[in-house]
């Protein structure tokens, strides 16, 4: 994505997103990332989000603001810093050991290999569509979806 800056004597400037966030990933501590980045072309302020670790000290957060302040001034632009918590990644053996102990889970595999032996393929897969059909419909009734649709038909209908 692309921020517009101002206008030169040259033409428009523009600043690109990932530009901002590539500059500041390249300039981050272990543990820190920027993630997204935002510009306020009129007052000339980068937005930066950036995942901090869940360990981090507010005196490292002053250094870091302190570091990208000093990075983006010869640009011309203000920097202003939001953060966020960094996110887990995702470890496919730890979740697969967290679904095993959830009986859902495993009523569910029952069901899908019982349902594959006695119906086949196909049945199978009426029976799921089938069962999504009456989600859709029993989440549209439930939520009031489904009155606010049928007096928009009737009122257009009139």
């Known amino acids: 994505m692309e921020y517009y ?6 033409g428009d400037l523009w600043l690109c997103k ?38 981090k000290d507010l005196k490292a957060e002053e250094q870091l603001k302190a ?3 000093h990075l983006f001034a010869p640009l011309g632009l203000k920097v202003q810093v939001s953060w966020a918590a960094k996110g887990e990644d995702i470890d496919l053996l730890s979740l697969i050991d967290k679904l ?7 009523a569910i595999t029952v069901s899908i290999v019982v349902g594959i032996s006695q119906l086949g393929i196909k049945g199978l897969g009426l029976c799921v569509l089938f069962g999504l059909i009456g989600w859709v419909v029993a989440e549209a009734i439930i939520s009031g979806k489904l ?3 049928i007096s ?5 209908r009139h």
């Open 5 to 10: 800056w101002h206008k030169s004597n040259l």
């Open 18 to 55: 990932d530009a901002i966030t590539s500059l500041a990933n390249m300039n981050m501590p272990d543990g820190y990332r920027a993630i997204d980045a935002t510009f306020l072309g009129e007052e000339g302020v980068a937005s930066l989000v950036i995942a901090a670790p869940p360990d």
């Open 67 to 69: 570091k990208l302040d």
């Open 100 to 106: 095993r102990k959830r009986p859902i889970f495993w």
């Open 147 to 149: 009155s606010n649709l």
């Open 152 to 156: 928009h038909f009737m009122d257009k």
